[in-house]
Nanobody, 115 residues
Framework: VQLQASGGGPVQAGGSLRLSCAASGSIDSINVMGWYRQAPGKQREFVANINSGGSTSYLGSVKGRFIISRDNGKNTVYLQMNSLKPEDTATYYC??????????WGQGTQVTVSS
């Protein structure tokens, strides 16, 4: 499985960005797609995920601001990020989990929120 992430960039606090991650290769209908982030000097943390049935989970600090969605026909997951804060600055990585066993990571996309 290959993952191609895009959509990061610089944005001012209060602004919005939408990240996309397209999966290709040995795609399976039973999967979870999600986003993690890693800020400088910090460990990578879970941000949000969505399973193939559409159920979602979010990191507490992004609830109400970020929305994860997916297009199963395009094997793509999106992360709509609104009301961005400087503390959201990080490299964002998409992750594809196949049948709960195999994990694949995309290349990171940088999000920089200035105050």
């Amino acid at each position: 499985v290959q993952l191609q992430a895009s959509g990061g960039g610089p944005v001012q606090a209060g602004g919005s960005l939408r990240l996309s991650c397209a999966a290709s290769g040995s795609i399976d209908s039973i999967n979870v797609m999600g986003w993690y982030r890693q800020a400088p000097g910090k460990q990578r943390e879970f941000v949000a995920n969505i399973n193939s049935g559409g159920s979602t989970s979010y990191l507490g600090s992004v609830k109400g601001r970020f929305i994860i969605s997916r297009d199963n026909g395009k094997n793509t997951v999106y992360l709509q990020m609104n009301s961005l804060k400087p503390e959201d600055t990080a490299t964002y990585y998409c992750k594809y989990t196949l049948r709960g066993i195999y994990e694949y990571w995309g290349q990171g996309t940088q999000v920089t929120v200035s105050s």
